[in-house]
């Protein structure tokens, strides 16, 4: 009797986390264990941090199934006031208040947001037998998402903030939003880029157009849509120069890297070198040049990736993000699986979030993405993030032990 709980634990979940959680540390160990001023403790500190976060995944897993969907408002309203409580008592960092001291523990509430913000909206959808075609639900569902994702802004800090903005189209699809609704969300993004370009925003402008002339709706909404983005072309250089100087510089750097080798583009200059270096096979372990003479920034966070690149190849790369993709697909099987509505939309916004910085940080490290300061799930160094992570695998592997509940 003693041994049945433990059938309840998704074994594929554990041999997927085990295995990212030795990368992360491993990589950790590499880049910091040289380091003057305590850098190489950095190493310990994550190995304590993932200790306990591998004991609370698992505890997750055995938490009453109930209880997730009762305790998400809780959890949702505590996170908004860590939020608030930034800005009164928030730390800084690289010049943004994003953390708060309590007990001697430094916490980021950004992280928990995350996942609080998830299941506020799938207990809401869930709870209350939402119909997100409706406009009351839909306005419930968007304001439960941008309230932290607009106090996030305000610390700021940008890159996270874009986590709520990829969760939002998601979430909506999967509450079952009808398809011309979404269109109309993310067209305006498209908008956006493209204003930079006369020609590609007239492009746009056509296809925009005849999407809205064969949707069938009624004139007058058409009309608005097309005004309203006609208005965001025309108003993008005001938002543009709204953006914080080295906001504006990490976008340029994105476009252009070899504009300024010596600033902003040395990141990511050093961390394609980095990688490339690696070869096939890698360096060796411990034996990075770019790594071990501490030419990559933020090497054990951000830039994590690129010691992996480097010392362990494109031969490791691909074990790793073949994990990656692993994790990301038997979480979608969950979701299609389960058969409780909460758990599913759960599930798919935990997904969306771990696949978010899965493509933002590795796609920075190679220059197709903006640096935006998102760590790689298991293995980037952080505690806040990485406690959350495994939150977030506890909570998977609760649904997936109770599959079958409605």
């Known amino acids: 009797m003693l041994i049945t709980p433990f059938k309840k634990i998704d074994w594929v979940l554990v041999f997927i986390t085990t295995a990212l959680l030795t990368v992360g540390l491993l990589a950790i160990y590499s880049a910091t264990h040289t380091a003057q001023g305590g850098g190489s403790g950095n190493f310990s500190r994550q190995l304590t941090i993932a200790i306990a976060g591998f004991i609370l995944m698992l505890g997750m897993t055995f938490f009453p199934f109930r209880w997730l969907q009762r305790l998400a408002f809780v959890l949702y309203g505590v996170s908004i006031l860590l939020l608030l409580l930034v800005f009164f008592i928030g730390s800084k960092g690289y010049g943004a208040e994003r953390w708060i001291i309590i007990g001697g523990i ?21 709870e209350y037998d939402v119909n997100i075609n409706r406009f009351k639900h839909f306005i419930v569902v968007s304001f439960l998402v941008f309230l932290p994702m607009l106090l996030i802004v305000k610390q700021p800090d940008l890159g996270t903030s874009l986590v709520f903005l990829a969760l939002f189209i998601p979430l909506l699809f999967w509450a079952g939003l009808n398809w011309f609704a979404l269109f109309i969300i993310i067209a305006p993004t498209i908008t ?16 925009l157009s005849a999407i809205l002339f064969f949707s069938g709706r009624k004139a007058v909404i058409l009309l608005t849509i ?21 906001q504006q510089k990490r976008l340029l750097t994105f476009a252009n890297p070899e504009s300024d080798p ?6 990511i200059i050093q961390s394609k070198v ?3 270096s690696g070869g096939f096979w890698g360096k060796g372990y411990l034996n990075g040049s770019q790594t071990q003479l501490k030419f990559l920034p933020a090497q054990h966070t951000d830039f994590i990736f690129s010691v992996i690149g480097e010392e362990w190849g494109f031969a490791g790369v691909l074990i790793i993000m073949g994990l990656f993709l692993l994790l990301l697909l038997y979480l979608l099987h969950l979701a299609v699986q389960v058969r409780s509505s909460f758990a599913s939309l759960t599930l798919v916004g935990i997904t969306t979030v771990l696949f978010f910085h899965i493509f933002v940080n590795i796609g920075m490290t190679v220059g197709l ?3 935006t300061g998102l760590p790689l799930p298991f293995i980037s160094y952080g505690g806040s993030f990485l406690v959350v992570t495994l939150m977030m695998i506890g909570i998977a592997m609760n649904f997936s032990a109770n599959r079958y509940q409605q």
Not at 262 to 267: D, I, L, S
């Open 106 to 126: 430094k916490l980021q509430p950004a992280e928990l947001a995350k996942i609080a913000t998830i299941m506020a909206v799938a207990a809401y959808v869930a």
């Open 192 to 207: 956006l880029i493209v204003s930079f370009n006369f020609y590609a925003f007239l492009v746009w402008m056509l296809i």
């Open 226 to 246: 097309f005004i309203f983005h006609i208005a965001v072309g025309l108003l993008t250089p005001k938002m543009w120069n709204q953006l914080r100087p080295y």
């Open 369 to 371: 993405a903006p640096v």
């Open 262 to 267: 010596r600033g902003a583009g040395y990141q």
């Open 274 to 276: 980095a990688i490339g």
